[in-house]
């Protein structure tokens, strides 16, 4: 009976389909508010278009759908870029069109080799300056393409083009913004929460890797995805709260902390586990460390106790100073020689401290940088930015696979002269714009696909039922609402979100309404068929050129890390912490949307791989420091040097390094026994502590650093 009580209740096939449309029947308040205010915002667009006699009024709201977020900063974002992209493309289009007027042999090669170039640039970008560059290339595509016939008038066509989207954009703020109240109060209040939310999180995660729970270690492993996601959501924040100070700044400064501690846990963790004595003194001391961990978030709710628990962090630095004096006071008082176990124990002791104390160093930097996010202070002007991974290659992948897109789209118009062969190169163009730059882009174009199909269904029923029977555009508003609706629903459904994308997106479309006319049935099929062939055909094109290869991508971001790593131990100046995170975070939680919801053995390999490369190269940062300051002896400095230099050969493989590293281990303990200053004694202690992460990982992690072959898991 116990057993059964562990089984998931079958469901009714009934049930399970309710299940899945819970979305629609019983949506939350945030969705339906969502799907609301755009659908509002939309047909008000729609009906301005319609009013100012614009010859395409479904231009305006597919703007609006396109423009659309979640959230008001992400809108406003995306809106600002939609602009800035918008801009960019009509000036492109206007230039291709007057180079080469009536001269398609030379027009449309140079209109694919635009469109890649913005679909590769966009790839190695973030946000939505990524989605400017890919609108740069496909409202190019669209502008010079609805004046290909009629070159002379490319300036109203561009003009024509350029009102829709601004006509939507304004909508869409004006409406979002009479829903938005005390809008930049709550994006501080949101930072707040996001990041006291990661405090959380990592500071549990530490406390049970103190504690020597092993289970902790994976589930650490998980939390850089979000931190990843977190920094991302700042930047939207940032344009919430309007005019600010650098609150944006210090919050993802707070984030880079967040990591850095995360991964001084996992090296803690490292440690402990390397330990050949118990050690008494150093369990005292993280019991307390554990206890102050698990109360810390507490106080975080409010800024009156964020300086009473500093005062408390500062406290329990201080007793790991205490203990490191206290066990080095005992080993001169013993006068044994450093080989003597009493000895070595002591020291490992010492080591533990240091590295607590700089774990807790880099909490309490985290706490000041938080506090500092949602306090806004008086000629501040602290700049902060992390770096993310950028692939070349697949950006040189993304361009060429757009351009082939639109050449071969081009090149079927050519061959069969369809009259409706404009309007299907121009969507090839926007379709694979909107999905060159995702990881799995034949994943993203088939949802669409299926989204495209839906809005075709729905603009059957309005072209040939229902707007036959209407007789003013307020009949035309109230009938549109409900698909509207409902796609701004699905939308805010993330099983759904890329079909609702392809149905408000296509939907005005397909209707076509305008003033004086009605799509006709012929000319619905042609326009209708021509924007779903188009759509097939990108999903074809992303599955036939150089199709999305998880393993090569997981290659290749092992190889460009280890690259990285190698350079971190020469490169000049000496590289930034916040950078060498920021990059491998980003990687981090690229693996993690490979793995999925049951990750293979390889890509649990891939991230424990990259976990331990980012320790690694902390780790030799923080050795480049010591030698940056220059107080310790010749004989550890040379050490030292070789460990660098072994670690900068790149030979595919770093058992060398290791060894040199245990070598140079061994080496500093020795000097650091018989070294009389107090001062130099404590540096030593630091740089064997990050020796021995160093050389524990590279043992553990061999086959993944090897990078002489590639990885797998069987």
Request: with cysteine; aromatic share 8%.
């Amino acid at each position: 009976m116990a057993f059964l009580q562990h089984l998931t209740p079958l469901r009714r096939p009934g049930e399970a389909r309710n299940a899945r449309l819970r979305w629609l029947f019983f949506p939350t308040m945030s969705a339906l508010g969502f799907a609301v205010r755009t659908t509002i915002a939309a047909l008000s667009a729609l009906i301005i278009a319609m009013w100012m006699e614009m010859d395409d009024p479904q231009w305006a709201p597919m703007t609006v759908w396109i423009v659309a977020q979640g959230s008001r900063g992400e809108s406003l974002s995306k809106a600002r870029w939609r602009i800035v992209g918008t801009v960019f493309g009509v000036i492109s289009a206007v230039a291709l069109i007057s180079a080469f007027p009536q001269q398609p042999g030379l027009f449309f090669p140079a209109l694919a080799i635009w469109m890649g170039l913005c679909c590769a640039l966009a790839t190695v970008v973030h946000n939505f300056r990524s989605y400017a560059l890919v609108l740069t290339g496909y409202t190019c595509a669209i502008i010079a393409l609805g004046a290909v016939s009629n070159p002379e008038n490319i300036f109203m066509v561009a003009m024509s083009r350029a009102t829709y989207i601004f006509l939507g954009i304004a909508c869409e703020s004006l409406i979002a913004g009479l829903f938005a109240h005390n809008l930049a109060d709550a994006a501080r209040a949101n930072i707040r929460t996001k990041l006291r939310t990661a405090l959380a999180s990592v500071t549990d995660a530490i406390a049970s890797l103190l504690e020597g729970n092993k289970a902790a270690l994976v589930r650490s492993r998980a939390l850089f995805g979000p931190l990843l996601s977190i920094n991302d959501q700042i930047e939207f924040s940032e344009v919430e709260m309007g005019p600010h100070g650098h609150e944006g700044d210090h919050a993802r400064a707070a984030l880079a902390a967040v990591s850095v501690l995360l991964s001084r846990g996992l090296g803690m963790a490292v440690r402990i586990q390397s330990l050949e004595h118990e050690q008494p003194v150093f369990r005292a001391t993280t019991e307390k460390t554990r206890a102050f961990l698990t109360s810390a978030p507490e106080p975080l709710d409010s800024d009156e106790s964020i300086a009473a628990l500093r005062q408390d962090l500062s406290l329990l630095r201080s007793e790991c100073r205490q203990r490191i004096v206290d066990a080095l006071t005992e080993e001169i008082s013993l006068n044994l020689p450093s080989e003597n176990q009493q000895v070595v124990a002591l020291l490992d002791q010492r080591i533990l401290h240091n590295a607590l104390d700089e774990l807790l160093g880099e909490l309490d930097r985290a706490i000041l940088e938080f506090e500092a996010s949602h306090t806004a202070v008086r000629g501040d002007h602290f700049r902060f930015r992390l770096q993310s991974h950028r692939d070349w290659r697949e950006a040189g992948y993304n361009g060429v696979r757009a351009a082939i897109a639109l050449m071969a789209a081009a090149l079927i118009w050519e061959v069969t002269a369809w009259s409706s062969g404009i309007g299907f190169i121009t969507f090839v163009g926007v379709v694979c714009g909107l999905f060159a730059t995702r990881e799995n882009p034949v994943l993203a174009t088939t949802n669409f696909l299926k989204g495209s199909v839906w809005a075709a269904i729905v603009s059957f029923f309005f072209v040939f039922l229902i707007v036959p029977r209407l007789s003013d555009p307020e009949m035309l508003i109230a009938a549109l609402s409900v698909p509207m609706i409902a796609g701004g629903l699905a939308a805010r459904n993330p099983a759904t979100a890329l079909h609702s994308a392809a149905f408000t997106l296509l939907l005005p479309n397909f209707v076509h309404p305008t003033n004086h006319t009605r799509e006709n049935e012929i000319a619905w099929f042609n326009s209708t068929g021509a924007i779903l062939l188009s759509v097939a055909c990108s999903v074809l094109i992303f599955k036939v050129i150089l199709p999305f290869d998880a393993a090569a991508e997981r290659w290749r971001m092992r190889r460009t890390m280890l690259q990285d790593l190698r350079a971190l131990a020469s490169a000049q100046p000496i590289p930034l912490t916040q950078d060498w995170i920021g990059r491998n975070i980003d990687r981090f939680a690229r693996l993690i949307r490979h793995a999925g919801p049951t990750p293979s053995p390889t890509i649990e390999g891939c991230l424990q791989g990259t976990l331990a490369a980012m320790t690694i190269g902390l780790n030799i940062i923080r050795l480049r420091a010591v030698l940056e300051r220059d107080q310790i002896p010749p004989r550890a400095r040379d050490a030292l040097l070789l460990t660098m230099q072994r670690m900068s050969q790149f030979t595919g493989r770093y058992g060398r390094a290791a060894a040199t590293a245990r070598r140079a281990t061994a080496m500093l303990r020795r000097l650091e026994a018989r070294e009389a200053n107090v001062s130099t004694r404590i540096e030593l202690t630091r740089a064997m502590a990050y020796l021995i992460v160093v050389s524990h990982e590279l043992d553990a992690n061999r086959e993944f650093l090897d990078a002489s072959q590639a990885f797998q898991v069987r």
